[in-house]
């Protein structure tokens, strides 16, 4: 079952410009985590944001997580045209069983043009 | 260098035809998986493994087999029994079944009905 949900769907963008992607999402969760998909390739993890984190950065990605509002944010900074791509978040629930489970949402799919 | 190899990248099923996909890595890991994509949606899980020789159905697993013989090695059967294959198929592996460990995925095999 998808429990993350992304906003918007589709988001077209200059080089240069900030891309802000969304995820809300409906149960508790351990951890929160956003990867990457090149058409036709497989998926790359960016970034993992536990619960008690609000807020990571990984070179030009910021990942914001509000737990009470049950949603994240990933703001890709200075987008090139190599940023094309669709985003995902997926969710871990809370730990049972030591099986790390991703629940995936639909994805977010940004066109950077130069 | 480490990585998920996934083959063939493309396939073809005839009806009443089973066919199987394959996927390895030499990263060590533990756990493995199968995901299934839609065009347009989120990943979905077929089966999951943690260890050699042990394996669990996900959320989508009626008319796919698996099995876990090798640790490198974790291939996918497309059953008869699966009357809308038509997808494309990522295998992913992490660490361990330890929640915060980020999955790594393959670059997939799509899968079309003739």
């Known amino acids: 079952s998808q429990q993350g949900e992304e906003d918007p769907q589709a988001l077209s963008i200059q080089e240069g410009e900030n891309a802000t992607m969304n995820c809300s999402y409906k149960t508790s969760i351990n951890n929160l985590q956003w990867y990457r998909q090149n058409s036709g390739r497989g998926l790359v993890h960016l970034i993992l944001?536990?619960?008690?984190?609000r807020e990571k950065h990984s070179g030009r990605l910021r990942v914001t997580l509000d737990t009470s509002k049950k949603s994240s944010s990933l703001l890709i900074t200075a987008s090139r045209a190599a940023d094309t791509a669709s985003y995902f978040c997926a969710t871990v629930p809370p730990f049972s069983g030591g099986y790390n489970k991703l629940i995936f949402g639909a994805g977010t799919r940004l066109a950077v043009h130069p | 260098d480490g990585g998920i190899t996934q083959s063939p990248k493309y396939l073809f099923r005839k009806e009443g035809q089973n066919v199987t996909l394959s996927c390895e890595q030499n990263?060590?890991?533990?756990?493995m998986y199968w995901y299934r994509q839609d065009p347009g949606q989120g990943l979905r899980l077929i089966y999951y493994s943690q260890i050699v020789n042990d394996f669990q159905k996900g959320d989508i697993a009626e008319g796919y087999s698996v099995s876990r013989e090798k640790k490198e090695s974790f291939p996918l059967t497309v059953t008869s029994a699966q009357k809308n294959p038509t997808a494309f198929y990522l295998c992913?592996?992490?660490?361990?079944?330890?929640?915060?460990?980020?999955?790594?995925f393959g670059d997939g095999t799509r899968l079309s009905i003739l």
């Open positions: 990263l060590n890991h533990d756990a």
């Open positions: 992913a592996s992490s660490r361990g079944g330890i929640a915060y460990q980020p999955q790594h």
């Open positions: 944001i536990r619960s008690n984190e």
